[in-house]
């Protein structure tokens, strides 16, 4: 760790109050804070409290005097081939419609807005209309499909839910409607109005009257909206954001609206040194924690101009992400590993042939960067390719180089040191001490948590402290079920879960959610899914499954359609990108004595490895099967 950053990483721990007190006048106050921090309820820690602020005043209405005709947001869609631009004024007058047209239907401030949508300019002016009026958006992506949409619209009860018609990815049309249509009938939300973009991709499209609205009749209804900003108290929830864990049932993280404001502005000057005036393009997708972060508040938080992209990394070509940077100017780029392990597969011209003088940084987030790939992209680029890390739950890097501090060497396969505001540690999991160098061990972080943080579990303050905060009986720490380890020079490596969650080219997902999918396709009596390492996507999901009918499963051909149906059972209720790449048969599934899941063998067996201790095995020939499944291939 470098001499500067060290001394401002430690000032962040050791003076907490000046320290974020300072980073709190990069936004815009309404009022004034009466207490930086109250922690007088551990682990809660309220920040800012008492100062009013809002996330939609100081990512949008703030700009409008130094930079109202300035490009806010960029939207190229290359499955469409429609490109346009808002500037600043523009976002904000549409924004002021989209806020008249939900209170014209009726949402308040604190209720809930749930958001299903493509990548398209109207999700993110939807986002920030919630934030303009004080609603509480909780954005499900929209791969996610109807059951996964239900548990979520269950939990968050939405005053209203917008969506479209259809999405699309790579050249085909992803239907959205039908699928919302079945989440609402599964759902409790009889009570929901819908809010409809029609993009006209859907023939099929129909709506239900007297439920569903069309966005574009409102909107004409409110084209000189003025919506006056609501100031909220700074620990307000700003949003919700489901995100998967050990259970089946997703954990609804909750943001603050001050903190979150605070930390996403000292982040963009800090770490992703990104200025007003520049060019951001964040390439995932709203529906994950990286783009409401960095596609949608921080970079306008900022005053920058942020590009939001709907397509994949190769088409028409592998060099579209570089022709984007090379016409638009891209200053700060972010991206995740997969997306950098599939250009790997092209031709290095496609990244070369393009003018990247403009890039300062890459940086790579969302899963672990090996380093070959690590190597080869920094090479190719150019340019310094930070990797970083952190999760749905702190909204910004906990792991990280931060360049606007301290320009510090980066280390390939190294998400290099603990952020500012961060007071991380490596416990040793058997009894909470300190580990060594070199020592793999449970990457924690002492509370309280920094601001931008989680503030709770949507509805479950219960739930945010046991799941988070009880890994160890006698030190309060937050668990990021992640391991890692520190080098002699102070470099952090993460070494994957604690827990039984994997990640699929850097979506999160937990195999119990995959496996009550599976479940759901009647023939299945029992199953077990587990990750398997995966050359491009991380981790893909390996299921073994035992069937209620052994008849079935008989004939390859029979054991051949079986796979299909489940898998197709598994997009139909979960989404394709939780479908495992293979569903193996066996007769049983290897259990403890006392009847606990083997998982930890089963993927070790999956993965070519040793399967570790089998002494309290209650039947060895279950295992016997897993190893023939995997060889069957
Ligand atoms: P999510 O909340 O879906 O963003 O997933 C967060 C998880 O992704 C973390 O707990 C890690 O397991 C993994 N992760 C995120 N960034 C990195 C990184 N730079 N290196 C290794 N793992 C990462």
């Given amino acids: 760790m470098g001499q500067i950053y060290d001394a401002f990483h430690r000032r962040s721990i050791d003076d907490r109050d000046g320290f974020w007190s300072e980073q709190a006048q990069l936004i815009d106050w309404h009022r004034p804070w009466d207490q930086v921090l109250d922690y007088s309820r551990p682990p809660f820690a309220r920040w800012f409290v008492g100062g009013e602020t809002n996330l939609c005043h ?49 949402v ?84 929901a109005r819908v809010l409809l973009v029609n993009r006209g991709l859907d023939p099929e499209f129909i709506t239900v009257p007297g439920r569903d609205i069309d966005w574009q009749t409102l909107r004409q209804q409110h084209l000189d909206a003025h919506v006056p900003v609501a100031w909220l108290e700074s620990n307000t929830p700003s949003y919700i954001l489901y995100t998967s864990g050990t259970t089946g049932k997703p954990k609804g993280v909750q943001r603050d609206v001050g903190g979150y404001a605070v930390a996403l502005a000292a982040s963009m000057k800090h770490i992703f040194c990104g200025h007003a005036g520049e060019t951001m393009f964040t390439t995932s997708d709203i529906g994950w924690v990286v783009g409401h972060s960095y596609i949608v508040y921080a970079p306008l938080i900022a005053g920058m101009t942020t590009v939001l992209y709907e ?74 390719v930070i990797d970083h890390y952190w999760q749905t739950e702190t909204g910004w890097p906990m792991l990280t180089s931060a360049p606007g501090v301290e320009q510090t060497p980066i280390k390939f396969g190294s998400p290099s040191f603990p952020a500012y505001g961060y007071d991380l540690r490596l416990l040793r999991e058997t009894d909470a001490t300190d580990a060594g160098p070199d020592e793999k061990a449970v990457v924690v972080v002492v509370p309280p948590l920094p601001p931008g943080c989680l503030s709770t579990v949507w509805g479950d303050d219960a739930r945010f402290v046991s799941t988070y905060f009880s890994t160890f009986r006698d030190r309060l720490v937050y668990a990021s ?43 299945v009596a029992e199953v077990a899914v587990v990750g398997v390492a995966d050359a491009l996507k991380g981790q893909m999901p390996l299921a073994f499954a035992v069937v209620k009918d052994p008849a079935r499963i008989a004939t390859a051909e029979g054991r051949a359609s079986l796979e299909k149906e489940v898998m197709a059972t598994v997009d139909a209720q ?18 403890t004595r006392s009847g606990k899941l083997l998982r930890r063998s089963i993927q070790a067996l999956a993965e070519g490895r040793d399967p570790g201790d089998l002494t309290t095995l209650e039947d060895p020939t279950a295992l016997d099967q897993i190893r023939g499944a995997v060889d069957e291939k």
């Avoid at 790579?170 to 009938?185: C, F, H, M, N, S």
């Avoid at 100017?329 to 403009?358: C, N, Q, W, Y």
């Avoid at 992640?482 to 850097?506: E, F, K, Q």
């Fill in 58 to 106: 100081n990512a949008v209405d703030r700009h409008l005097a130094a930079r109202g005709e300035q490009a806010a947001l960029v939207y190229i869609s290359t499955e469409t081939g429609i490109e346009s631009t808002l500037t600043y004024r523009e976002l904000h007058a549409e924004v002021n419609r989209c806020a008249a047209m939900m209170l014209s239907l009726g």
């Fill in 108 to 191: 308040a401030r604190g209720e809930r807005v749930l958001l299903y949508m493509p990548m398209i300019p109207e999700a993110v002016v939807a986002m920030l209309a919630c934030a303009r009026i004080g609603a509480i958006h909780s954005v499900v992506f929209g791969g996610f499909a109807s059951h996964s949409l239900a548990t979520r619209i269950d939990d968050a009860a939405p005053k209203l839910i917008i969506s479209a018609d259809a999405g699309m990815r790579a050249g085909k049309v992803v239907r959205y409607k039908p699928l919302l249509d079945e989440a609402i009938a599964l759902a409790n939300a009889k009570s």
């Fill in 311 to 384: 397509g994949t990394p190769i088409r028409p070509d592998p060099g579209i992400w570089w022709d984007i940077v090379e016409r638009h100017r891209v200053t700060v780029m972010f991206s995740a590993p997969t997306a950098i392990r599939v250009l790997r597969k092209s031709d290095e011209s496609f990244i070369t042939g393009h003018d990247r003088s403009s890039l300062r940084h890459l940086f790579l987030a969302g899963e672990p960067l090996d380093q070959p790939t690590h190597r080869w992209i920094a090479g190719v680029l150019g340019k310094p």
């Fill in 481 to 523: 079920f992640d391991w890692g380890m520190r080098d002699t020079d102070g470099y952090y490596t993460i070494l994957g879960r604690t827990d039984d969650v994997i990640n699929v080219a850097g979506h999160r997902l937990g195999t119990r959610e995959i496996e009550e999918a599976v479940q759901g396709h009647a023939a």
């Fill in 574 to 591: 979960l989404g394709a990108i939780g479908r495992p790449s293979r569903v193996h048969f066996v007769s049983m599934l290897p259990k």
